[in-house]
């Protein structure tokens, strides 16, 4: 359990409660996101099909690691996600040409 900002979390957390403020596509991006958002005393709950971190597949979704916030704190996570990770997320996923 975790308490920011007044805020307690944990898994058991009202899924209402939480709003999905960024999709990552594997766990490191999504590990740097939350860091940032608890530097900033904003509680985080990543959520992620454990198959995909387990096997290490990031495929149709598998890998997919969904970074939750509470709904009153939405507005000021999404403004501290950065352009630049969002483009950095991009990048990755595009292949490189020979």
């Known amino acids: 359990m975790m308490e920011q900002r007044g805020y307690f979390m944990s898994r058991?957390?009202?899924e209402s409660d939480l709003v999905t403020v960024y999709t990552s596509m594997g766990?490191?991006?999504a590990e740097v996101i939350?860091?940032?958002?608890e530097a900033a005393g904003i509680?985080?709950?990543?959520?992620?099909?454990?198959?995909?971190?387990?096997?290490g597949i990031t495929v149709d979704?598998?890998?997919?690691?969904?970074?939750?916030?509470?709904?009153e704190?939405?507005?000021?996570?999404?403004?501290?996600?950065?352009?630049?990770?969002?483009v950095a997320e991009e990048e990755?996923?595009?292949?490189?040409l020979p």
């Open 12 to 14: 058991s957390s009202k």
């Open 27 to 29: 766990p490191l991006r």
């Open 34 to 37: 939350r860091s940032k958002l």
């Open 43 to 55: 509680p985080v709950l990543l959520r992620y099909e454990s198959a995909g971190l387990v096997i």
């Open 61 to 71: 979704g598998l890998g997919e690691v969904k970074v939750q916030v509470p709904r």
């Open 73 to 86: 704190l939405a507005d000021e996570a999404r403004s501290l996600i950065e352009p630049a990770d969002i």
């Open 92 to 96: 990755e996923e595009e292949p490189s």
